[in-house]
């Protein structure tokens, strides 16, 4: 039985948009990394933003699927995205709401340009009416989202991975599943959100996953009493 994610009109998205990042990406990774050994790296998600506004830095193909099995698996109606950039890893997590019977995708997305053009290939792909991207700092934006959240992806900042993480856990459903992407990237970044979630008593089971540029997957199942949104 084929996906939403196999149909023509999506799969011609990914196509285009994985192709642009192939062509574009390294370049821009190459200047931004040369100016970080002149300056020393931007600690300003701002900066951060601004440095890689035309950067899509997106998960790869293998991760994209593995992120569509895992939260139709999951049936999760509610769904967290820390870090849409232009929006290719929320396609696939999108698709697999669609195939699940429907729900909600919300996103977070510091630059409004990276917003627009997010929004624009979610409706041309037919899945714009289940996502909600917003624009700014996801600690902001991410703030009141209702819970419970079913399945959480990050992969934006990785120093940002825990605040955001620990800012939504109490709306998280008992099984809700956090995949954390990018492990290799920024090893020191993620080493204080790896201890917490691979931590005795964190009410986390948690797997690295080697694929693509690893992954964390964890499981929550709530600790002292506290389950999260259900």
Same mark, same amino acid.
């Given at each position: 039985?084929?996906?939403? =994610?196999?149909?023509?009109?999506?799969?011609?998205?990914? /196509?285009?948009?994985?192709?642009?990042?192939?062509?574009?990406? +390294?370049?821009?990774?190459?200047?931004?990394?040369?100016?970080?050994?002149?300056?020393?790296?931007?600690?300003?998600?701002?900066?951060? #933003?601004?440095?890689?506004?035309?950067?899509? =830095?997106?998960?790869?193909?293998?991760?994209?699927?593995?992120?569509?099995?895992?939260?139709?698996? #999951?049936?999760?109606?509610?769904?967290?995205?820390?870090?849409? !950039?232009?929006?290719? !890893?929320?396609?696939?997590?999108?698709?697999?709401?669609?195939?699940?019977?429907?729900?909600?995708?919300?996103? !977070?997305?510091?630059?409004?340009?990276?917003?627009?053009?997010?929004?624009?290939? @979610?409706?041309?792909?037919?899945?714009?009416?289940?996502?909600?991207?917003?624009?700014?700092?996801?600690?902001?934006?991410?703030?009141?989202?209702?819970?419970?959240?079913?399945?959480?992806?990050?992969?934006?900042?990785?120093?940002?991975?825990?605040?955001?993480?620990?800012?939504?856990?109490?709306?998280?459903?008992?099984?809700?599943?956090?995949?954390? /992407?990018?492990?290799? @990237?920024? +090893?020191?970044?993620?080493? #204080?959100?790896?201890?917490?979630?691979?931590?005795?008593? !964190?009410?986390?089971?948690?797997?690295?996953? +080697?694929?693509?540029?690893?992954?964390?997957?964890?499981?929550?199942?709530?600790? /002292?009493?506290?389950?999260?949104?259900?």
């Amino acid at each position: 039985m084929s996906t939403t =994610l196999d149909s023509p009109r999506v799969q011609s998205i990914l /196509d285009r948009l994985f192709q642009d990042a192939d062509s574009g990406d +390294p370049r821009i990774i190459a200047r931004v990394r040369a100016d970080w050994e002149r300056r020393g790296p931007s600690p300003d998600p701002e900066g951060l #933003a601004h440095m890689f506004a035309d950067a899509y =830095l997106p998960v790869s193909r293998e991760v994209g699927r593995l992120l569509h099995l895992l939260a139709f698996a #999951a049936r999760a109606r509610t769904v967290v995205e820390f870090g849409t !950039s232009f929006g290719i !890893s929320t396609l696939f997590l999108a698709a697999a709401v669609r195939d699940g019977g429907g729900g909600r995708v919300i996103g !977070s997305e510091m630059h409004p340009e990276k917003v627009r053009r997010a929004r624009n290939n @979610l409706e041309e792909s037919g899945l714009g009416d289940l996502v909600e991207i917003r624009e700014g700092d996801a600690l902001v934006t991410l703030r009141d989202v209702e819970g419970p959240i079913d399945f959480v992806l990050l992969d934006g900042w990785k120093n940002l991975y825990l605040p955001v993480l620990r800012m939504l856990e109490p709306r998280l459903r008992r099984g809700a599943l956090i995949v954390a /992407d990018d492990l290799d @990237l920024a +090893p020191d970044d993620l080493r #204080a959100y790896i201890e917490y979630v691979r931590g005795a008593g !964190s009410g986390y089971g948690s797997v690295e996953i +080697p694929l693509g540029d690893r992954l964390e997957v964890s499981c929550w199942h709530g600790r /002292d009493g506290r389950e999260g949104g259900a």
